[in-house]
């Protein structure tokens, strides 16, 4: 066994933790950021979409991919809607590695292949190259992601997911726009497409517990896409995982934080996440270094940040999860007018009243 001290301890090098450990070793902490994977960033399991916003972030070698125009939404009648939809199609796998490398850059230690073993307020085991380290830190960071085992040990009850399942396929012909599917075919989630320059990711998205097979449905997709002319049929890749959509959870504890997907930073109808994950990443390693620094209500401050920033959308978002969760293989499931109210891309998910599809 061998011993470490350091301020801050951070658990996940995705956009959310290693941003959070940038921005508390700018500040001048004492930083280990540790991740279980041997190479930060893969598997991929995303869509790789993120909103304008986040530019300054993708300008990372090999990260923009390419730039998105609108989203097309198809809707189980088959009629199509066309909406603005401006956004970034990245490398994931690159774009976590660069957020990594400016952490390091920072000052942050970062260890891979470590697996976070337990916690008992100042204290940590990690064991890693067959050691387990002893990791003495006067705060946590949970970014360890839906099924974050910083957020379990620190008391915290499992999340509810959708799980997804994705292929990269060869795209016939240039495409600007991604693709949505709302269908019954997806309980709780919908299908895509998100064009990557000569590639696309291709998925669908489900409550497990209303579909337990994506294998087929996302085969059905693939070959309905092939049929349109719009992707070849080649797999090149496949992954797929757990998106979590029960909203945001307790963020503090007395000298711990839950930052991106494990504070229930996703959005539950859409599933993104990335966005949300380097800005909470970065206020909550703020808040870290102010912390230290002597400023008590730091960690509180960023919990009410969080709530003041995500809390309403997230709230409308499992509004319209729940109020759909009853017309789920129906025949309401088959109606335009419900899905609309359950999609972004339409005013009746903004303005429609629950009662519209609770009916």
Known sequence: MTETVCDVLVVGA????????????????????????HRVGEPVQCAEFVPLPMLPYTRGRGVLQQAIR??????????GHQSPFPGLMIDR??????????????????????????????????????????????????ADGPHSDAARLLGAPPQPCVQTRQYTVPLAKDYPDTDIFLADDYPGGYGWLFPKGRVANLGVGADRALARDLKAPLAALHQSML????????????????????????????????????????HPITGAGIAAAVLSGECAGNATADWLGGRTNALADYAEEMHEQFGP???????????LKSIWHTPRAREDSVMRSGWIA???YFKAPLAAVDA
């Open 227 to 266: 049929d349109r002319g719009i992707v070849r049929s080649e797999i090149l890749a496949r992954t797929g995982g757990a998106i979590p959509v029960g909203g945001l959870r307790k963020l503090v504890w007395r000298n711990a934080v839950l930052v991106g997907d494990a504070a229930g930073l996703t």
């Open 93 to 142: 796998g690159a774009f976590d590695r660069a957020l990594a490398a400016r952490a390091v850059e920072a000052g942050a230690a970062l260890w891979t292949g470590a697996h976070f073993q337990s916690w008992d307020g100042t204290c940590a085991g990690i064991w890693r190259d067959g050691t387990l380290h002893r990791i003495r830190s006067r705060l946590l960071i949970g």
């Open 346 to 348: 339409f005013d009746d």
């Open 70 to 79: 609108g989203m097309h939404t198809l809707l189980p009648s088959g009629q």
């Open 313 to 323: 959308s997230l709230a409308r978002a499992l509004s319209r999860r729940a109020a």
């Open 14 to 37: 995705g956009p959310a933790g290693a941003s959070a450990a940038r921005q508390a070793a700018q500040a001048g902490a004492s930083v280990l950021c540790v991740d279980r994977r």
